[in-house]
């Protein structure tokens, strides 16, 4: 039995057997045929449309409870963000929600937006720990992270972000020694934290650092978004797998950055719903780092779990080429969550891959196969589908 994809006006094709692109000059967009030998029958008519990997989108903040969309609106009306903070607003806002919500409540919200990922092209996502901010709420966001993860279509992997915000009551020293034993016994396959003025400090990160080695965990980092904070050196002293955000990364960290084996996650939605500075996308891409893009999907700071949306800005603000995006938010992607692309996970968009970026806001995916089964055709693109 096969998935025959026929026709396609490009087939997305990286080469064989590699971890991630340092450049996408080695991305191919030609016109092909695509066939999957796998358990499901289908044909696919692919006249006109872009064929590529499913999406991977190696930084969420699922599973998080309800929304902040009040708090947007002040954001955006110009009150300052320590106001809406002691008004109670933010992370802490969040983490109200999360406890409020039954354990049902929380991964009924976060399964349908799974779903709606998945339709909008995601075939593998992570999820973060971090809206606990207490010793049990953190050890119980780990677990409904690795719920959520059975209930969900995509493979799915859950990351520890024990160091998010300093619970009230403790001081950021402290918070790590909890931090340290939540890593030690919850189920996660990754460590990070949020280095920031408001947050943890580069002693923190060297902590977490030397925990995520002492239990074999890769380290990734929220650093330089708000704030400089030279966190680069740090991390890659002990290995990060991944910085994430690095609006405000200073000129003299990108060479070695670039050079190192570690991803610059760039998340073109926070800076846009968050009024963050711009990350230098171009130079880092430039300069042969392995660029990634990543959603950022949470309640706060990037509410947006589009895939395509995201390429549409990082394309406009980034000065990226479509390839460069695509190979961010497939293989590049993938190899942060210690993955390779799995080849039957394929998207037939419903036009040219030129189209992601230039009509923004439209859901370019018309199929979804992941794992060879097709799980998803957009109802106008039905026609398309054979058996
Ligand atoms: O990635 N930087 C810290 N954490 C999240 C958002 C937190 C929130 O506002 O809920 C981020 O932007
Ligand atoms: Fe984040």
Redesign the pocket.
């Known amino acids: 039995m096969s998935v025959a994809i026929e026709g396609a006006a490009q087939v997305m094709r990286v080469p064989d057997g590699v971890p991630y692109l340092r450049s996408a000059d080695e991305v191919a967009l030609e016109p092909g045929d695509l066939t999957l030998d796998v358990a499901a029958d289908a044909r696919i008519d692919a006249r006109g449309c872009a064929v590529i990997p499913g999406f991977v989108d190696c930084h969420t903040?699922l599973p998080f409870a309800g929304w902040r969309a009040e708090e947007y609106e002040r954001k955006v009306t110009g009150v300052p963000y320590e106001e809406i903070a002691r008004a109670g607003g933010?992370?802490a806002s969040?983490a109200r929600s999360l406890a409020a919500a039954s354990d049902e409540q929380v991964l009924a919200q976060a399964e349908r937006l799974a779903r709606e990922m998945l339709q909008h092209g995601t075939t593998v996502f992570e999820g973060k720990t971090?809206y606990g901010l207490s010793r049990e709420g953190e050890a119980r966001s780990a677990r409904l992270g690795r719920e959520l993860a059975g209930r969900v279509v995509q493979p799915m992997t859950l990351t520890g972000l024990f160091a998010?915000a300093v619970p009230p009551g403790f001081t950021a020293d402290e918070w790590m020694d909890e931090a340290e034993a939540l890593a030690r016994e919850c189920d996660v396959d990754a460590l990070d934290i949020?280095v920031?003025s408001v947050a943890f400090g580069n002693e923190h990160l060297a902590r977490m650092g030397r925990i995520a080695a002492a239990t074999g965990r890769p380290l990734r980092a929220?650093a330089e978004?708000l704030s400089t904070m030279r966190s680069v050196p740090v991390a890659l002293e002990h290995g990060a797998r991944s910085l994430d955000?690095l609006s405000r990364i200073h000129a003299d960290d990108i060479a070695p950055l670039a050079a190192a084996e570690c991803a610059a996650v760039l998340?073109p939605g926070?800076e846009l719903m968050?009024a963050e500075d711009t990350a230098p996308a171009r130079a880092l891409a430039d300069a042969g780092a392995i660029c990634v893009l990543a959603t950022?999907f949470?309640?706060?700071?990037?509410p947006i779990l589009s895939i395509p949306l995201i390429i549409g800005i990082a394309v406009r603000r980034y000065g990226w080429s479509v390839r460069e995006a695509l190979l961010a938010s497939t293989l590049n992607a993938a190899w942060v969550l210690g993955r390779a692309l799995d080849p039957d996970d394929v998207l037939v968009l419903d036009g040219p891959a030129e189209h992601v970026p230039y009509r923004l806001g439209h859901n370019p995916v018309a199929v979804v196969i992941a794992a060879g089964e097709v799980v998803w055709v957009r109802p106008d693109q039905a026609w398309r589908v054979g058996r």
């Open positions: 903040h933010g992370i969040s971090g998010h949020f920031e929220h978004q955000h998340l926070a968050n950022d949470n309640p706060g700071t990037s």
